[in-house]
């Protein structure tokens, strides 16, 4: 067990609809990642928050936002999904920004129908 | 953007072989990072390397941080059944904290 909570595991929806998945980091980390992975892929990072504040941004399309809370957890907000949209979607907390390692939740995975 | 060359990209070995897999960077990294994951859940943390030339150990796996600070290594000893699933590798750069992933490689084991 990583200490990072995703909600949900799954989630099934409809093209055009709009999600949020919800982020947990372990206790004590500030910083939240959050990565796509669709299938048979690789992680491709979407972006980052440090203590509250967006600090990265990767490939992360206009349709998708993120934020992270006072209490630290993070949601990532997908809307006008598509059927490309369908994937795992990983969180990942770290203690800062720096030279720590990534520790990651199970996913959820989104399935547009 | 900067790339990682991760081989190989699928590897099908017996059980009891050792296994070998690289990453390559043309920049010069300041960490290296190796992952696994099981089908359907997260990455798990295996190795992390912080030195040029740093050898970890965790059980049957073993990792290097290469010398040119330009590549890291990963070997399996005497694989088993449950080695089975992708590893990926993840590396830093001096200039950039972002984490910058390899494709990762694809374990199989041949029954």
């Known amino acids: 067990d990583s200490g990072v909570t995703q909600t949900p595991k799954h989630l099934i929806t409809a093209t055009g609809q709009r999600v949020t998945l919800r982020c947990s980091p372990r206790s004590g980390d500030l910083s939240v990642y959050w990565y796509q992975q669709s299938l048979d892929q690789g992680l491709q990072f979407l972006i980052q928050?440090?203590?509250?504040?967006?600090?990265a941004k990767g490939n992360i399309l206009e349709r998708f936002s993120a934020q992270q809370f006072p209490d630290l957890h993070s949601e990532l907000n997908l809307s006008s999904l598509e059927l490309g949209d369908s994937a795992l979607y990983f969180c990942a907390s770290s203690v800062s920004s720096s030279n720590q390692p990534q520790h990651f939740g199970d996913g959820t995975r989104l399935s547009i129908l | 953007g900067q790339q990682l060359n991760q081989s190989p990209q699928s590897m099908f070995i017996q059980e009891g072989e050792d296994v070998s897999m690289n990453c390559t960077s043309s920049?010069?990294?300041?960490?290296w990072l190796w992952y696994k994951q099981d089908p359907g859940e997260g990455p798990v943390l295996l190795i992390a390397?912080?030195?040029a030339g740093e050898l970890t150990s965790n059980g049957r796996l073993t990792a290097q941080f290469g010398i040119t600070r330009k590549d890291s290594f990963l070997n399996i000893s005497a694989s088993i059944p449950s080695d089975v699933g992708i590893y990926f590798c993840a590396g830093r750069m001096d200039s950039n904290y972002q984490l910058i992933w390899g494709a990762g490689t694809k374990l199989i084991i041949k029954p």
């Open positions: 920049s010069i990294f300041n960490t």
């Open positions: 390397l912080y030195k």
């Open positions: 928050y440090y203590n509250g504040e967006e600090r």
